[in-house]
């Protein structure tokens, strides 16, 4: 077990594999951003291992890829450009591990699993996988493959074989790792639910009049009635549904104001919005960073996870949750975990459904407000990040003890040493 002799717990070196454009204020990114701070605050000591590009988070140890200077644009999802960018993450992955000694591979996404088992058989250190969301999902739902493609199988091959590396899956629902018990055993799966902030993510994080402020910078008018969504814009987070959805409820709604914040492809739903006849009833904000977030969000009066996907989480909501929001999602196993019975469900797929949702909660603002502090005060409860990384420990301790009761790995823990991550 980590705890030393005295019955304190032992600082760990854990490295993080992020093949990812980190940090771009967006889903994982998030969760690796507060996994990271929240091992820290305990004493632990963590690099991240992650592509070229994306920004520096002050206070956290990044390492980054070789430059490529040709590709600066984040990536997001599926992308062949990902291939030489592995590689690349690969060797500056090695370098780290070799240098900074870890006693734990910590690995996102399949490909940081990828590179992690290799480290992991190197330095005979436990790699765990956190796992986002199925790779060949995510594949079809960025259309970056077809289902009737012949490439298909073979990366569902390759996917469950990388399911099988790590010493131990962590899953962000509960409901992914019950997908995973078709193919993995249970001892190999642990749950560890994406958290939040809520002493920033909480109603009052706005003044009267930095809200005023904000709303006429962002061309709301007075007396809306604010629908807010903030994540990444594309078919598969069902922004195009959310937009038709739009027309709807702005029929209805006279004084509905849509406040749709992400990326990318603004100027397309921006495109998509003047068609349906919205210009006057939406704002695409575009990116907002990260430490922002509880801003735009405290502007809202009931917010929206339109996500299409059935294999990912759908960590926006608990942002949603801690702001004190109504949420109108789709009645999916990964939401009903997340909101339990205080979600408002949509017909999944089902844009006037939806549409119908979020009317029904500015028609019964009063009940919405009511849902919202419930919502609320089940997240200050239950759902942040001090009591979640508790259980990521705990995860951590059982990967270590498994480790060190096999002679085979003549397992060591290795000294923390500030020095040794100098470069």
């Known amino acids: 077990m980590n705890p030393d002799l005295t019955g304190e717990r032992r600082p760990l070196r854990i490295l993080m594999i992020a093949p990812t454009s980190y940090f771009a204020d967006y889903g994982c990114h998030v969760r690796i951003l507060e996994e990271v701070r929240a091992l820290t605050r305990h004493g632990h000591q963590v690099i991240v291992c992650t592509y070229h590009n994306g920004n520096d988070i002050a206070g956290m140890i990044i390492h980054r890829s070789i430059d490529v200077p040709w590709r600066k644009r984040v990536i997001v999802g599926s992308s062949r450009h990902k291939l030489y960018l592995d590689a690349a993450l690969s060797v500056t992955a ?161 004084n509905a104001f849509f406040l749709l914040m992400g990326f990318p492809g603004v100027e397309q739903y921006q495109r998509q919005a003047e068609q349906l006849g919205l210009s006057e009833r939406i704002s695409f904000p575009g990116r907002i960073p990260y430490p922002e977030a509880h801003r735009y969000l405290a502007l809202g009066d009931v917010a929206v996870a339109p996500k299409m996907s059935l294999t990912e989480g759908n960590g926006k909501i608990y942002n949603y949750m801690a702001m004190g929001l109504p949420v109108v999602a789709f009645d999916a196993d990964a939401n009903r975990e997340i909101l339990g019975d205080l979600g408002i469900y949509a017909r999944h797929g089902d844009e006037a459904d939806f549409a119908a949702k979020v009317i029904d909660v500015l028609n019964n603002a009063e009940r919405g407000r009511a849902l919202g502090a419930e919502l609320r005060a089940h997240a200050v409860e239950a759902l942040s990040w001090n009591a979640r990384v508790h259980e990521l420990l705990a995860v951590y301790d059982r990967v270590l003890a498994r480790r060190s009761a096999d002679p085979t790995t003549q397992f060591a823990p290795s000294p923390v040493s500030r020095t040794s991550t100098d470069d």
């Open 94 to 254: 090695l370098r780290t591990a070799l240098k900074f000694k870890p006693d734990i591979i910590h690995a996102h996404l399949h490909e940081g699993a990828l590179i992690g088992s290799t480290l992991a058989r190197v330095l005979r250190r436990p790699l765990v996988f956190d796992y986002q969301g199925s790779l060949t999902e995510e594949m079809l739902d960025h259309g970056f493959v077809k289902r009737d493609g012949a490439l298909l199988p073979w990366l569902r091959r390759l996917e469950r074989r990388i399911n099988r590396l790590p010493q131990m899956i962590i899953t962000s629902s509960d409901n992914a790792r019950q997908r995973l018990t078709r193919t993995r055993p249970p001892g190999k799966l642990s749950t560890v639910l994406d958290a939040v902030d809520t002493e920033r993510f909480a109603p009052d994080a706005l003044t009267p009049d930095e809200r005023t402020a904000l709303r006429h910078r962002l061309g709301i008018p007075d007396q809306s009635q604010v629908i807010v969504y903030l994540g990444l814009l594309a078919p598969y987070q069902g922004s195009d549904l959310l937009l038709r959805a739009a027309r709807t409820i702005a029929n209805a709604k006279p």
